[in-house]
């Protein structure tokens, strides 16, 4: 199985077990994420658990976590004017940068994200 990308959302949902379309247990071992959107995920664990409660959750499940570089940031500016009418946050347009820098297909519980026009596959989860 190729590399995909997962949205905070999407790791959220796998980590607490949530129904969704997908079986996202299959993708173990093929996810990538962006530092941007792990910051995410661990802010959200770590309201109620401990720091290295939080890292031995999230790190055997992500197989790649992928630094928010240079071109990345330029990516997720340049799509801000055409995603800005979805509100996405600056997370969501580092994850589809992601998505564009690679060329794996980005997954997000994010149903707006299904009216983006962007050079990259999305596939919603739910």
């Not at 079986?23 to 093929?30: P, V």
């Not at 802010?43 to 109620?48: E, N, P, V, W, Y």
């Amino acid at each position: 199985m190729s590399s995909v990308i997962f949205d905070a959302s999407a790791l959220l949902a796998l980590i607490k077990n949530e129904p969704t379309n997908l079986k996202l247990e299959t993708f173990l071992g093929n996810i990538c994420m962006s530092s941007v959107n792990i910051s995410e995920v661990a802010s959200i664990l770590l309201d109620k658990i401990s720091y290295q409660e939080c890292k031995d959750i999230i790190e055997p499940l992500i197989n790649s976590i992928i630094a928010f570089d240079q071109e990345q940031s330029f990516l997720a500016a340049n799509i801000k004017k055409q995603t800005k009418h979805l509100g996405l946050s600056l997370g969501d347009r580092a994850c589809i940068a992601l998505g564009l820098a690679t060329g794996y297909p980005v997954y997000t519980a994010d149903k707006a994200w299904a009216k983006l026009q962007v050079n990259c596959k999305i596939i919603l989860i739910r």
